[in-house]
């Protein structure tokens, strides 16, 4: 069996952000809008007024301060609150391709490869822009990559569920070097008119390069000592868009076609899972979580994080140790780990072991333990 490292990363930022005073103003006036327009309902108790949101609440709930967004003027819009963002001609590169295709470029220059060098392309992430052909060969053709390239979906644990498959076709030999990309535009996903969640998420898109050990020549690389995935059916996060929708016209536009959470449940459900997962893998490698220099996770919700760090310390993590990018990228699904990993996986020094994790709908868990080479 080969060894497998991960030899670069890329991380794509959409230029515009929006803080949670700016969403939480627009969410706030559509409320206003909302129960002035149905006054004469509410009144009569046909209808509930709507509540306010509030940016206290956001940051103490969730540890978000802002996200990067792909379209910030409709999100903001109270009267559309969704991003707009006009459908391109077949012949010219996708959105999420283009986005793939920056971070993609980055985690090859980070590497040290070119185009050449990679058989096989595989677009991860929670939501897929078309049904075909696949985007990640519109960005394996836009790189001029020779093999194969295909989509897969795990939705907040598209990443870790990538590595593993880029993880194994390296290991036995069926590609040389892969790249793994999440190209997350999960506003496109939320329901911006939901007081629950219309803050949890922003856009971003991660690339990895993963390959032979011996054929490594980035400076710094990361072997894959291990990695385990776990899946639990669960409705608590749901999305019943697909492609089926239009043969029930009746059901188009309804919330469910849209991000749905019990996030009281995820949270109590989906913590007990993470921190058993990676107890047992850890100790399946005669490690502990001493061992561990940084755990690069999910980046949902800031009090899951510190309370999965501190179920696996037995103390509070230090900032260093958890890095968090969720306060300024909120959750951006697959990617958010990756981010985290991206930025502050610099500070490792040779040797030093790390955990990259995910968690989310599914439910799906995966875990990959690395070691600074
Ligand atoms: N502004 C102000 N108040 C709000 C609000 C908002 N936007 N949204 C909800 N509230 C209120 C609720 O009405 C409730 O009030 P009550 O106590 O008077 O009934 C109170 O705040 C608590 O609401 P709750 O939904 O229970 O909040 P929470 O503390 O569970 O936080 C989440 C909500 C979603 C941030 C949190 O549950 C979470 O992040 N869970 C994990 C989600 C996750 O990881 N999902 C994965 C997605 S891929």
Known sequence: MELAVISGT?????????SNDELVTSFNQYVENFNHHHRAEIAA???????PSSVEFIEKASGIKSRYVVDKKGLLNPNIMAPRIPERGNDELSLQAEMAVVAAKQALQ????TSDDIDAVIIACSNLQRAYPAVSVEVQNALGIKG??????VACSS????IQTAENMVRTGKARAVLVINPEICTAHLNFRNRDSHFIFGDACTAMV????SACQAKHAFEIIDSTLVTNFSNNIRNNFGFLNCTHPEGIGK?????????RKVFKDVVPMVVEMITEHLAKLNLSASDIKMFFLHQANLNMNRLIASKLLGREAEFHEAPVILDEYANTSSAGSVIAFHKYKDKLTKDDMSILCSFGAGYSVGNVVLKRV
């Open 10 to 18: 890329g991380l794509f930022t959409p230029q515009e952000s929006i």
């Open 45 to 51: 108790g046909v209808l509930e007024a709507l509540l």
């Open 110 to 113: 980070s590497a040290h490869k």
């Open 148 to 153: 194969f390239a295909f989509d897969m979906n």
């Open 159 to 162: 990443a870790t569920f990538g």
């Open 210 to 213: 993963i390959e032979n050990k």
């Open 255 to 263: 919330p469910d076609k849209l991000f749905v959470q019990e996030g």
